[in-house]
């Protein structure tokens, strides 16, 4: 709402000039690059922990357990900053392990890369029931699959490929493409969550 900020802007005191056409204020102030780092690596780690609740579907209220690996002086920012960690991901602040080590359950873990030195691992049993998630997923990858068998059918159809339209063969190509990477993907989530069962 530009007009409002124009109106608070010509409200201060000693503004000549319109807001839209005012320089951008500069500052000779030092930038304190160790601090920024440490921001980007909290940012990263939320962001990827936020990615992992949501590909497993979380419900956005359920607070889960983590486990942070990383060096001395990481963990050291990490734990100061553990109630905001804690609130922007969603986590239980009481069950947030910041160790140097991996996880005795690391094998039963979804394994986070947040930065150079900063891992998260989170347990798969606090976010999903795990024989209800590959029940899931079993039934999306035959879904998947009888899609993308549907979908090589018609390219393999020469009376298709030579009749149709180019865009049309093109558009059938993009979405076997993007069935087959699905399919591949949900096939490697799939594995993954059986081995958790299986150990």
């Known amino acids: 709402m530009p007009f409002v900020t ?4 010509q409200a201060l005191p000693y503004r000549k000039d319109a807001l839209i056409v005012a320089p951008w204020p500069s500052t000779d102030l030092p930038k304190n690059l160790l601090s920024i780092k440490r921001f980007q ?6 962001r990827g922990i936020r990615n992992v609740r949501a590909e497993y579907s ?3 209220a359920k607070r889960i357990s983590a486990s942070v690996v990383a060096t001395v ?3 050291e920012y990490i734990s100061k900053e553990k109630q905001v960690l804690a609130l922007l991901s969603k986590l239980d ?3 947030i392990n910041l160790t140097e080590s991996l996880p005795g359950d690391a094998n039963q ?3 986070i890369v947040a930065d150079e030195g900063l891992e998260a691992y989170l347990p798969l049993a606090d976010m999903v029931d795990v024989s209800a998630e590959v029940e899931r ?7 998947l699959q009888t899609e993308y068998d549907t979908l090589l059918a018609r390219l393999s159809s020469p009376s298709f490929v030579e009749k149709a339209p180019e865009n049309i063969v093109r558009g059938v190509r993009e979405k076997a493409s993007e069935a087959e990477e699905k399919i591949s993907l949900t096939k490697n989530r799939l594995t993954f969550l059986q081995s958790t069962v299986s150990t």
């Open 6 to 9: 124009e109106e608070l802007w």
């Open 41 to 46: 690596n909290l940012q990263s780690l939320i």
């Open 58 to 60: 979380v419900e956005p």
């Open 73 to 75: 002086d990481v963990l």
């Open 93 to 95: 602040a009481q069950n």
């Open 109 to 111: 873990c979804v394994h």
């Open 137 to 143: 997923l079993s039934k999306r990858l035959s879904k």
